[in-house]
């Protein structure tokens, strides 16, 4: 009888470690490659159709505000998986997969993740400084689909749903990590695209009309498009470009998000086939935008909003959050490791300064963060140009300012002109706000040890 009751508690301990395994929710993590904020017919656009990210929107939180850390792939990616700045890091340019480069004291978001107990998996575009093969480091047990191949978004789905079919009775965080609208570059220089096939681009008058900004502002810092040449035509074949080419490149890239759109519908879907929807939450962004013709800039790097800002969407499809969006300032880089934390009880790294953003999430009056910088390090893919910047964005201005060039810095009312179009920086009436700008940028670099502050 003790022998049999011994047993019972045993069986009674199991079911109770399951039912709390169960109880912790899911984190699903999308991610695309360079999509711009307003890219999303949820987000006004009537130039596309993108019905899997409205979707989230729809079961969820939508950040309007919502900045990568730096608009460059490598940087941008270290920064959403470690948590930390890219001149934290020193990640701030392109990097191969290189074992050694990152340092063990780092934390990655899938060894926080394992380490507190959950599956762990990995799916699609990789680009960070870490070999894949070094799970004892990034800590994604279940790692696919990251060489780079034709047509990766497409297996993509795939290898998510195997991923979730094998692990549904577990608490996991996965990361879907599409390239795609990142064949614009491909699609720009006239080259093959490597995840998806487009028919030819319809004449201009056919396509989207050019935005209100798509011209080169006055006043603008010289060494942005000095840069351009510098880097050559394959990267900024737009330096070339007419109104009528652009108007084509908006539609090729419209087109690029409603691929991937697809591809995320199919990934929703299989959280629902395997019994899962309900108990995972679901975190949507991109590692940075596309000058999407603003400025007539194609590519990113470029602090402007169209390059900087990025869909950001908290969403879990059983009803429990009441659809909205939020103007709160939020920095993906930054901020998804401490709101993922959050959200599943798992201990954040202490170290780490972003913000928990589910408690804006539960509680929209509270206002975590009323200005945010951002910084870029313009380079050739791994190549840095030595030209670098930092942005200070409030909930009414802009400040941004480069460490090169006769102007080095723009300031722009958001609130009256949202395309950064006229740099008041130039202005005399606006002296003062360009010097509090300019000392809150100061004072922040020395609180955070950004050496920037050398070139202010």
């Known amino acids: 009888m003790k022998f049999i009751l011994v047993c019972l508690s045993f069986l009674i301990g199991l079911q109770k470690l399951s039912a709390q395994q169960q109880s912790r929710p899911n984190i699903l993590i999308i991610m695309t490659d360079q999509q711009t904020a307003e890219a999303m017919s949820i987000a006004g656009n009537k130039d596309l159709n993108t019905p899997a990210m409205d979707k989230l929107a729809k079961n969820g939180v939508r950040f309007t505000r919502a900045y990568c850390a730096q608009p460059l792939c490598t940087p941008s990616r270290t920064a959403i998986f470690s948590g930390?700045?890219?001149f934290e890091t020193g990640f701030v340019g392109n990097a191969t997969e290189k074992d050694g480069q990152w340092p063990d004291s780092l934390l990655m978001m899938g060894k926080i993740f394992q380490q507190g107990g959950y599956q762990t998996g990995y799916v699609g575009k990789w680009h960070l400084p870490v070999p894949t093969k070094k799970v004892s480091?990034?800590?994604?047990?279940?790692?696919?689909?990251?060489?780079f191949l034709d047509y990766n978004d497409g297996a993509t789905p795939s290898f998510c749903a195997r991923f979730i079919k094998e692990n549904k009775e577990k608490p996991f965080l996965l990361v879907a990590s599409f390239l795609n609208p990142h064949d614009i570059c491909e699609w720009a220089r006239d080259e093959d695209l490597k995840m998806d096939v487009l028919e030819n681009a319809p004449p201009a008058d056919q396509c989207p009309p050019l935005p209100a900004n798509w011209q080169i502002p006055a006043n603008e810092p010289q060494i942005v498009r000095d840069q351009q040449k510098t880097v050559g035509l394959r990267t900024y074949p737009s330096v070339?470009?007419?109104p009528e080419k652009w108007r084509q490149y908006r539609w090729a890239y419209n087109r690029l998000v409603e691929k991937v759109d697809q591809y995320i519908d199919q990934v929703l879907y299989s959280l629902k086939k395997y019994g899962v929807e309900k108990n995972t939450i679901i975190v949507f962004t991109a590692d940075h935008g596309d000058g999407y013709a603003g400025?007539?800039?194609n590519q990113k790097q470029i602090l402007y909003e169209e390059a900087a800002k990025v869909p950001f969407i908290v969403a879990k499809m059983d009803g429990s959050l009441k659809p909205r969006t939020d103007e709160m300032l939020v920095c993906n880089g930054t901020d998804i490791i401490p709101t993922i934390c959050g959200l599943t009880g798992i201990q954040k790294p202490a170290y780490l300064k972003g913000m928990d953003i589910s408690k804006r999430i539960n509680n929209p009056a509270q206002n975590l963060r009323d200005t945010l910088v951002i910084e870029t390090d313009f380079a050739d893919n791994e190549q840095l140009l030595g030209i670098n910047g930092r942005a200070v964005i409030t909930k009414d201005f802009k400040y941004i300012v480069y460490n090169k060039g006769a102007i080095k810095e723009q300031l722009f009312n958001l609130a009256n002109d949202p395309g950064e179009i006229k740099n008041l920086a130039v202005d005399k009436a606006y002296k003062k706000k360009l010097i509090a700008m300019r000392n809150y940028l100061?004072?922040?670099?020395k609180s955070n040890g950004d050496q920037f502050t050398l070139a202010l």
């Open 295 to 297: 400025h007539s800039w």
């Open 137 to 147: 480091q990034h800590g994604f047990t279940y790692i696919e689909n990251t060489n």
């Open 84 to 86: 930390k700045m890219p």
């Open 442 to 445: 100061k004072q922040w670099c």
């Open 240 to 242: 070339n470009y007419t």
